[in-house]
């Protein structure tokens, strides 16, 4: 089964939900980091709901810029070591 991402200047539902992932995540490390510079917990909802939001675009932005990609599941067959060749098709 192939998995086609989404194209060029697109953005598609699952984009925005890694996005909303990523956001949130980028919410959750920016106070342990400001907390960690300062030495103290430092819990500013301005900065955590700036750091998430700028995480989340970017992850959006950057699939907007990146074009489709066909992404294929390893088979069963396929060898698991990287420093093999791959048989051609048909062969």
């Not at 301005?46 to 066909?70: E, R, W």
């Amino acid at each position: 089964m192939k998995q086609i991402t989404s194209g060029l200047f697109k953005i598609d539902w699952a984009d925005t939900l890694k996005g909303v992932l990523v956001a949130v995540i980028g919410a959750i490390i920016t106070p342990i980091t400001e907390s960690l510079n300062a030495g103290i917990f430092v819990f500013d909802w301005k900065h955590i709901l700036a750091g998430g939001i700028t995480a989340g675009l970017a992850y959006i932005v950057k699939n907007f810029f990146t074009p489709a990609k066909v992404v294929q599941p390893l088979s069963e067959d396929a060898p698991s070591d990287p420093d093999k060749p791959r048989p051609k098709p048909g062969q």
